[in-house]
Every structure is written in structure tokens, then in C-alpha cells.
């Protein structure tokens, strides 16, 4: 395993396969937000800070493919959560670490990898999630994919929670509490004006004065 996760060592994985019950069923990351789907928001976020990126999907894949990226589906059918998208995109990666990344939440850090390869270093843990300052965002992580066999045991036996399965590997948690609104996200329609205020404002790491409305 590499020791540090540097940028090289560190695919980036779009976690967009999810059912999005709260937003009537459409294909979140098709969703546009000032004016461009949440994929290309994320996208655009992870370029400077990993080597490759994957897209985690499960609709839609050939519109998702069109942005140059592979796209996983993943193995079990049925939307079983955010970790078989994890699974998958561990067993596609070409690095030893991937960094993931919900795409409902578009302010991602600049330093998303930075900070969580230096608190996992610090700690010689497997992975690093981060806290807003408040509370741990599961899927904001940096994970060892030599854990894609432990992982696939733990959705073998029907578990599905985030949470409990990083725990386990006692993850380190780097702290973003300076950060906190970059975990907003889109849950329900209602998210979406705020998430324009903040982009608009500045927060996170991509220009929303280049957006194309
Ligand atoms: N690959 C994959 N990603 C998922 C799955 N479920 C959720 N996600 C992703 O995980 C992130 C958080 O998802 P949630 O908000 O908990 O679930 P959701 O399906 O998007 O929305 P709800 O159905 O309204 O809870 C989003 O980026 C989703 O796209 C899944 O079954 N597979």
C-alpha cells in the first residue's frame, strides 16, 4: 500500500447511482444546479486533485460516459446504497486509494484530498472520512481499496450502513469544521436555492461565474 495518497496514487469516484426517492426518482447527478448537471460540478471539483476518476452509476450510463470518465454500475441491482458503488469503483480503480465524492453536494473543498491523505498518514489508518464540524460525512472519504474483499464480505451478510462498516477500520476523521457549508447538499427540491446562494457566494472550490447560464 502506498503511504501517502498522493494525487497519483488517488482515483476519484462520483458516487451518482443512487434512487433519489426525495427528488420524485430523477438521476441526481442529471440534476442542474446553476445552470449545469451536479456531475459536471463534481467532476470539475476532482480533476486537480486525483489521477483518475470514475463515475459510480446506474442510469443513464451513456450519458454519464459522455464526459470522458468510466462508469461502474453496481453489482447488485436494486440501489443498495452508496458502499456497493464504493465496492465497485474499487475493484475498476488502477490505485491504490480512492477518494469519494456524493455528487449531490457540489461546494467540494479544494483540499478534499489533501487533508483527509494527511489525517489518514498521521494516523496509518485505511481510511479518512471527514467531519463538518459537526458531523461525519461517511461518503467524503479516502479509502484503501486492499479493503474491496473486507467490503464485499460486509455486503455479503446484507449490511449496508456507511457508518458501521467504516468504523470497524477505525477510520480517521480530518476536520473541516472551516468548511462546514462545502457538505451541503441536495436532498429535496428546497436544497436547490440554497445551494445556488452558496455557490454563488463563492463557497467551495469551483467558479460558479463559469457556469454556462
Ligand atoms: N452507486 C450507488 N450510489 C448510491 C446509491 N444510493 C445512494 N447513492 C449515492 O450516495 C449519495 C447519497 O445518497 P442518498 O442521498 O443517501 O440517497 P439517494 O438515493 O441519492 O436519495 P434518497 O433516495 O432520496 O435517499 C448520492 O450521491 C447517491 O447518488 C446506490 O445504491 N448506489
Not at 456497493?84 to 475498476?92: H, K, P, S, T, V
Not at 487533508?115 to 484503501?144: K, M, P, V
Amino acid at each position: 500500500m502506498t503511504l501517502v495518497p498522493d494525487r497519483a496514487s488517488t482515483t476519484g469516484v462520483i458516487l451518482a447511482g443512487g434512487r433519489a426517492r426525495r427528488m420524485d426518482g430523477q438521476d441526481k447527478g442529471l440534476i442542474r444546479l446553476a445552470g449545469r448537471p451536479l456531475i459536471e460540478w463534481a467532476i470539475e471539483a476532482l480533476e486537480p486533485q486525483v489521477g483518475a476518476i470514475l463515475i459510480s452509476a446506474n442510469r443513464n450510463l451513456d450519458r454519464y460516459a459522455s464526459y470522458g470518465h468510466p462508469v461502474v454500475s453496481d453489482p447488485l441491482g436494486g440501489f443498495q446504497g452508496p458502499l456497493a458503488g464504493c465496492l465497485a469503483a474499487m475493484r475498476a480503480a488502477r490505485t491504490p486509494w480512492i477518494l469519494t465524492l456524493p455528487c449531490d453536494a457540489p461546494l467540494t473543498p479544494r483540499d478534499l484530498r489533501t487533508r483527509l491523505a494527511e489525517t489518514r498518514t498521521a494516523e496509518q489508518t485505511q481510511i479518512a472520512i471527514c467531519s463538518d464540524g459537526t458531523r461525519r460525512q461517511q461518503l467524503h472519504a479516502l479509502i484503501s481499496v486492499a479493503l474491496a474483499d473486507d467490503l464485499q464480505d460486509f455486503l455479503s451478510r446484507g449490511e449496508r450502513k456507511a457508518a458501521i462498516w467504516q468504523h470497524r477500520h477505525r477510520p480517521a476523521v480530518a476536520d473541516f469544521g472551516d468548511q462546514s457549508d462545502a457538505f451541503a447538499n441536495l436532498n429535496e427540491r428546497t436544497d436547490l436555492s440554497r445551494l445556488e446562494r452558496l455557490l454563488a457566494a463563492g463557497s467551495g472550490s469551483v467558479d460558479a461565474s463559469r457556469s454556462n447560464t
